[in-house]
């Protein structure tokens, strides 16, 4: 009998905390891996490629998507501080024509099926490849230089500068601001993976900036930890609900 009435009494505590579960799925825009698809730069093609996406995604019961909005320090949303993304249209800076904002696309679409959008933004990573053409005229990176490195073949944000930080909390702001998202992931927040043979070039900044720090390793960590509790204050304090 006791363990009739403990039993009882556990099926309706655990009914009574069962948590919500977050089930996602990443849709990738570099390189064009999940979206839009390869070459495919026509609005009305991107938006039904989007909309078989979350329609599958619905009838999986995925709650969430993951939607990399900002692959490398570019945009799938209309921003005033970086250029459209040239996975998007096929050319960095170029908006799509005829005009619509893929993000709020999204948002609408995804919250019509119950979905929720977290967008994921790769915080430091500027070019996948050496080939600076490729950046729009009106890129950071002509007007302000100073603030990139270059490491292997790619380019970079220097993570030890304070105006790198106060750049990307500009860029969150500015996205949490006008979009109802319920979620802002980071993704390669850290710095790159070490190339053999290859310092990471920011000796000149550790040098300039120390910040207390006599271990070049604990002061890059350091850098790590002040630009995601900053994101986190600026997310806060625009919209406390935004996870």
């Known amino acids: 009998f006791l363990f009739c009435i403990l039993h ?17 799925a990443w849709v990738a825009t570099v390189a064009n891996i999940d979206w839009p698809k390869k070459g495919c730069f026509d609005v009305d093609s991107q938006k039904q490629q989007m909309i078989e996406i979350l ?9 969430a998507i993951v939607f990399q909005i900002r692959p490398t320090s570019d945009a799938f949303y209309q921003s005033e501080l970086e250029p ?5 249209t096929g050319k ?6 005829p005009f619509y904002d893929p993000l709020d696309f999204t948002i609408a679409e995804a919250h019509k099926r119950q979905i929720e959008v977290h967008v994921r933004l790769n915080p430091y990573r500027v070019l996948n490849t050496d080939k600076l053409n490729l950046l729009s005229d009106n890129h950071l990176y002509h007007q302000k ?18 105006e790198t930080r106060s750049f990307l909390n500009k860029v969150v702001a500015d996205i949490v601001t006008r979009y109802d998202i319920d979620a802002v992931h980071f993704d390669d927040y850290f710095y790159p993976y070490r190339i053999a043979g290859e310092e990471f070039p920011d000796d ?17 960590r350091n850098n790590v930890n002040l630009i995601i509790r900053e994101l986190n204050t600026t997310i806060k304090s625009i919209k406390p609900w935004v996870e």
């Open 8 to 24: 009882f009494a556990f099926c309706i505590t655990a009914n009574a905390q069962h948590k919500h579960e977050m089930r996602a």
């Open 55 to 63: 329609d599958s995604l619905k009838a999986l019961k995925f709650n």
């Open 84 to 88: 459209w993304s040239m996975f998007l």
């Open 92 to 97: 960095q800076g170029v908006a799509p024509a």
């Open 145 to 162: 230089p100073e603030l990139f490195v270059k490491y292997g073949t790619q380019y970079y944000f220097n993570p030890g500068l304070d």
């Open 204 to 220: 000149a900044t550790f040098k300039a900036h120390p910040r207390g720090f006599a271990n070049k390793d604990d002061w890059r």
